[in-house]
């Protein structure tokens, strides 16, 4: 820098934030420049999204100070934030179904004419005019419900550009996208860094912040370990940072020959939550002891294909066939737990676990009624309290007792807790959805050596993953998914991301190369 100080647009010094007992924010410290992107890292519950919280508006620090552009500046809303050029994205996008994507920019102005056509085209010409800039393109005159996922993310992006940001902060922006969607996305931030603007990313995904970010903040336990130029690391390094030990990240699995076929699905169709079918024809097969992945953009089915998998959802059309046995389309999920199939699901708070109970209660809650867990059809917990210890041990979920309500764990110890429950019922068939999803690489690294092992013993798995570097890690075979049905398969070693990239966007490479 020539010996001159640098200007930096944010600046966030000592920062303390508590929640209750829990010391979230531990004079933690952040510097962003202008016209650079900036990634912030940090496993669950280091910080990180306590401390954009804190710059967005939505919490005060009880100490520290925050300087946007050298002067100090209170923030005592997102109103306030709004007022001063930060705009926050969320990963759970915040926009008005039943709106078109113009009326979400404009919801909340003051002064204007719903029905004044020279005012609504004006704000058309001034979004219209953003789109071009940044390259954001969606369709603006429809309903937000009609859109993509992607097409909604760069309504919000627009929505926060619109109101003046220059200080933009995104939440795991990719969570949702198509490989393609997503580099079309960084695209557009490199749009924005080049117009001078501070982008600011948390995310758990080490590629991206190496292909994309500037330069990196990694956040430990409250506080701030290290911010560095990204040609300065790399990944292992960054993991290390982020966990404070050296982490095995995701590398490809090593294959085992599969055995013969444990589920096979033909021609299945079931109808969505919208009365449409969600799957249509539907076609694949799991053999044991492999990892089949099913990759697609999140809503084409891939909820409805495990529901109906694990006695959660009919399916109407079609066959499917576990161990030989053709399965009614009416059995319960008492059913089949009972045949051997486990379930991960999307939602573990909502579906796997019950919040209020003990850990102790969930970990029985499959096997309570069998003879062993309750003879004479009494339950005698403290016989399974020393075998429900070594198995908290054996999976590593951090609690504080056997009885300590599920909700007051973390996401990540909730997760191996699912993980631990399911497995000590010894499926044999395996359906994980998202089963990193949300969770930082340290428990990331436990997750996936937990599939490997299931795989090498010769459980079958069916992993469903918007994820696309998840997929390509620890599938043996990879089938897109798109609108319902199977778009095509590779196997692990003959895979390439960018036609897998293409098929889960309903895009065939020939169709693409026409266009």
Excluded at 51 to 68: H, K, Q, T
Excluded at 114 to 126: A, T
Excluded at 236 to 241: G, Q, V
Excluded at 459 to 483: F, K, N, P, Q, Y
């Amino acid at each position: 820098m020539n010996g001159l100080a640098v200007s930096y647009s944010v600046e966030m010094n000592g920062i303390v934030k508590r929640f209750g007992r829990v010391l979230a924010n531990d004079h933690a410290t952040f510097a962003a420049r202008p016209g650079e992107i900036h990634a912030l890292l940090g496993e669950n519950g280091a910080g990180k999204s306590t401390l954009m919280s804190i710059l967005s508006g939505l919490y005060r620090p009880e100490a520290g100070e925050i300087r946007l552009y050298g002067r100090p500046v209170p923030l005592q809303s997102p109103k306030d934030a709004s007022a001063l050029g930060i705009g926050m994205v969320y990963q759970n996008f915040r926009l008005v179904p039943t709106l078109t994507a113009v009326e979400n920019l404009v919801l909340g102005e003051r002064g204007f004419r719903w029905l004044g056509r020279s005012w609504r085209r004006e704000k058309e010409e001034e979004i219209g005019g953003l789109l071009d800039q940044f390259g954001l393109y969606f369709p603006a005159d429809r309903p937000i419900w009609q859109l993509s996922l992607g097409e909604q993310q760069r309504v919000e992006i627009v929505k926060v550009l619109y109101r003046g940001a220059d200080i933009i902060v995104l939440d795991e922006p990719t969570s949702v996208l198509t490989p393609r969607e997503a580099a079309d996305l960084f695209r557009a931030l490199h749009q924005m860094k080049a117009a001078g603007k501070t982008v600011i990313l948390t995310t758990h995904k080490l590629k991206e912040v190496m292909a994309w970010a500037d330069r990196i903040t990694v956040m430990r336990k409250g506080r701030t370990v290290r911010t560095m130029e990204t040609r300065e690391t790399d990944e292992k390094e960054l993991a290390r940072l982020m966990v404070g030990r050296d982490v095995m990240l995701a590398g490809a699995a090593p294959r085992t020959a599969p055995g013969e076929v444990l589920l096979r699905v033909r021609d299945v169709e079931v109808i969505g939550e919208h009365g449409r079918p969600a799957l249509q024809g539907l076609n694949l097969e799991v053999r044991r002891g492999e990892i089949v992945g099913v990759a697609g953009v999140a809503g084409n089915g891939q909820r409805e294909l495990a529901e109906c998998l694990t006695g959660l959802r009919p399916w109407n059309r079609g066959t499917v066939e576990f161990e030989g046995e053709s399965l009614s389309p009416r059995l319960s999920a008492k059913d089949m737990i009972t045949r051997g199939i486990g379930h991960i699901p999307e939602d573990r708070m909502k579906t796997g676990l019950a919040g209020k109970l003990s850990v102790l209660d969930n970990l029985l809650l499959k096997s309570y009624r069998s003879r062993e867990c309750s003879p004479c059809g009494l339950l005698f917990l403290r016989r399974w309290e020393r075998r429900m210890e070594g198995l908290i041990h054996q999976f590593d979920v951090k609690t504080p007792s056997l009885h300590t309500a599920v909700q007051q764990l973390s996401g990540g110890n909730q997760q191996k807790l699912l993980f631990a429950r399911e497995i000590e019922q010894h499926p044999h068939l395996l359906i994980a959805v998202h089963p990193a999803q949300g969770l930082d690489v340290g428990v990331t690294e436990a997750v996936y050596r937990i599939l490997m092992d299931l795989r090498n013993e010769g459980t079958g798995i069916l992993l469903i993953s918007e994820d696309l570097d998840e997929v390509m890690h620890l599938s043996d075979r990879i089938l897109m998914m798109c609108a319902g049905r199977i778009k095509g398969e590779f196997t692990r070693d003959r895979s390439d991301r960018e036609t897998i990239g293409l098929l889960m966007a309903g895009v065939s490479p020939g169709e693409e190369a026409a266009v």
